[in-house]
Each structure stands twice: as C-alpha cells, then as structure tokens.
C-alpha cells in the first residue's frame, strides 16, 4: 500500500470492501492491498470494515482474520420463495381472462421449480446454438467482437423465431463503440472473455452429443498449433465440467480427449488435475483418464487445499507414489479420508485448529493415521499425547503448536521430551489460548 494511502485510512470510521472477501485470494490483483488494509485497519480503534462476498467464502475469509478484530457474520437474503410466488399470481390474475389462463398449474410450477431456474426459463424458447458458434469461431480468430454478417445472422434468427432481437442479442453480447479510419461503430461484443469461452465451449460440447463420431474436438478446434492451444485452456477446462455434467449423456471418448488436449496445453502438476476434477464433481471417467497422466515425481508436491478435498479423495488412492502436502484453513474442513500409506507427507498445516484451539479440534487422531516419517511442517492443535507422536517427524524442522491454557504444562512437558528426537527443528511457535 502507498504510504500516503495510510493517513486516510486510519481516518476511516466504515470502509466497504466490496467483493473484498474474493479480492484476498492469493493471485488476485488487489490481494496484497486488501491484505495490507486488514492488516493496518485493526490498529485504528473505532474502525469498522464491511466486506461482501458469497458465502462460501467466509470461512476462509475467517481463518485468515488477524487477532485483534471482534466479527459480525451478516446474511443478506433476496425475496422469499412465497413473496415471489404471490407477487407473480397477483400479476398474472390482474390479465385479462380470454379462457387460456390457468392459475393454478402456474403456481404449481412455481411451488416446484427452484428460484435458481426462473432466470434459465426465458433462455428455453431460444435456439443458442448460433451464439454458441460465433462465439466459438470470435474466440478461434481471437477476437471478442461479432462481425456485421454475424449480427444480421442472430437478428434473421430472431426473427424466425418471433422473437426481438433488440433484447435477445443484449442478454448476451454487450454494444460498444469503436472507431477506425472510416468513422465510429457499434458492435455486439461478448461482455467477457470468460464468458465467451463458456459459450464456445457449449457449441462444442453440444456437437459432441449431437454427432460423437463424426466429430473430435481438435478439429473443432481447428487443429491449433501448441501455442494456440495453450491460450485455449480455459476453453477446454469448460469443455470438460460441460461433459462431465450429470445432465450431460456420456461422451467417454471426448473426456479422454479433453484430458489429453489440457495435458497438452501444460496441466501437469497434480494439484491442477484436482482443480480441474472439483471443476467436473470428479467424474470417474475423468478421474480415470486424469490418472494416466500423473506419474511419481517427488519434485512436483501434490498440495491440497479447502477446495481441492473432494477431488483428492478420490484421486490420491489411485495414483503412484508422491509428496503431499495438506494446507486446510476452514473450520468444516472434513480431512478424514486424505491419508494414504503409499504416499508421502510432508506438510500438515490446518489452520483454524491453530487459531481457535479447543478439545473439538485436536489434531491427534489425524496425525496418528498418517505416515509421520517424512513430515517436515505441522501447524495444529494437539493434547500431551498427540504431542510425543511428533518425536517420529525426524525431519520436521517447522512447528507452529497450539496449546489450550488447562494442557500447557502436559503439552510443553512434551515438547521438552521430543525436542532431542528433533534433530532438524528450526522454526518453533507455540500458541497457548488462555
């Protein structure tokens, strides 16, 4: 953070971060400001920061939380289902009655469709195979715009189908203003490129159902050089959670293809495997053609994260041999069903056992089940017990304990037993919660 930043900051009575919670993700453009922001604001008293985000990130949001800050856990919720159901009737029983309308078979559907489907229901009386193929020939040639002949194609499509094209082509591409030598333009552009993937990645999968043997997807692809292909990644990583959909029939010959074209364009490492199996709902036949692609290599650490659990469960039994590292930071966290004799840990770091100690969250059962011969990092909570079970960990040379205020003596007198048995032990934290 710019150092002229920090007066106005401590000035701050609210600050609203919005979106702030997805913002402090490692990797994200603002991650180092928002941090800095956490960090500076808990020294300003009277301060208040508000952050939005969607829930699922919140335990994270938490456990990351420096000490210092007193925290409110706030829902924001729409309509309820029952306002809208009563809100639509009362606008529908307002038309005219020309002897079509049926109240009740309306609200039955509403009572019975989910919220999340009300806005998939206007998209069911279009034909998007035309907006899927442009955007998947606009994301070939490079570019995000739709041409002047593309246009007019989606506005002839419109109107065959009766339906306005000045809505239906805005849903979907946004207008913008361009210039060249000939004067200003407006063209239809997808609104981002990630959604242009999305789209290209549906006409592709859509292909793939309609005609699975007359068409692959590389030649949909245009058989693109490697270098190309590398910029089509997220392209294919939509291909294959399309394919792997529930909903979707089963195109075994094209997962087997869409693995092998991301392995082509770089996915190497075991933890962008997980990423992209979570990304699936771990489709076994993903998972089986993933695991042809993984091989022991003590050099490439296998780390697994909050969300990546579902995915390593079901991968790690069925590769060869590798180093693991698990890196947990949420309270709900499940580790059970994550440790496997053939493999080899190396890191136990779990984070909110850490930072809020208590006899809910020991760490001894956990430690107990795995091999302990080649961990080298432990962060955790453990009991007197769990403790001497650390004098196995030969090489573990970092060591962050947590210790709860009625265990600190049976814990430090541990600690003092197993320290000789520690030979490599350099980095030594213990936390005792009063």
């Known amino acids: 953070m710019d150092e002229h930043l920090i007066p106005l900051l ?24 928002v941090k800095d922001i956490i960090n500076i604001s808990k020294y300003s008293p009277g301060f208040t920061l508000v952050c939005t985000s969607r829930p699922e990130t919140v335990q994270d949001f938490l456990a990351k939380l420096p000490d210092g800050y007193e925290v409110w856990d706030m829902e924001m919720k729409s309509v309820s289902h029952e306002q809208r159901i009563h809100f639509v009737m009362k606008h529908y029983n307002s038309f005219p009655d020309k002897g079509d309308k049926d109240p009740e078979r309306l609200e039955y559907l509403m009572k019975h469709i989910g919220w999340k489907d009300y806005l998939g229901l ?85 292909k793939l159902v309609e005609d699975s043997h007359s068409a692959n997807i590389r030649r949909m692809l245009h058989d693109p050089p490697p270098e190309q292909l590398r910029n089509l990644r997220n392209l294919l990583l939509h291909v294959a959670g399309l394919l792997c959909h529930p909903n979707t029939p089963l195109c075994a010959a094209a997962i087997q293809e869409v693995v092998d074209l991301l392995a082509e364009t770089g996915v190497k490492r075991c933890g962008d495997w997980l990423s992209m199996l979570e990304d699936t709902e771990v489709n076994r036949t993903a998972l089986d053609c993933v695991v042809r692609h993984i091989t022991s290599d003590e050099r490439k650490k296998v780390t697994i994260t909050d969300s990546t659990i579902t995915s390593a469960r ?117 936390s005792v919660t009063l």
């Open 10 to 33: 401590q000035q701050c009575k609210v600050l609203f971060l919005i979106d702030g919670l997805d913002e402090l993700s490692p990797g994200t453009p603002s991650h180092s400001l």
């Open 122 to 206: 206007p998209l069911n009386l279009l034909v998007l195979q035309d907006i899927y193929d442009m955007s998947l020939q606009a994301l070939l040639q490079d570019r995000l715009t739709l041409s002047k002949q593309e246009e007019q194609k989606l506005i002839c499509c419109c109107l065959g189908k009766g339906l306005p094209s000045k809505e239906v082509i805005p849903a979907f591409f946004n207008l913008q203003d361009t210039s060249d030598r000939l004067g200003h333009h407006q063209k239809y552009a997808a609104p981002h490129k990630s959604l242009q993937e999305f789209y290209g990645a549906s006409a592709i999968v859509h």
């Open 314 to 430: 079901a991968l790690l039994p069925l590769i060869p041999p590798n180093v693991v590292q698990i890196q947990l930071s949420r309270k709900e966290s499940d580790v059970q069903g994550l440790i496997f004799e053939h493999h080899k840990y190396t890191e136990l770091s779990l984070h909110h056992q850490y930072r809020h100690p208590d006899q809910a969250t020991l760490c001894d059962s956990l430690l107990r089940a795995m091999p302990r011969s080649h961990l080298q990092m432990f962060m955790g909570h453990l009991s007197g017990a769990g403790t001497q079970l650390l004098q196995e960990c030969r090489g573990l040379w970092w060591l962050r304990l947590a210790v709860c205020d009625q265990d600190a003596q049976e814990v430090l007198a541990a600690i003092s037993a197993v320290h000789a048995s520690l030979p490599q032990l350099y980095t030594l934290c213990e």
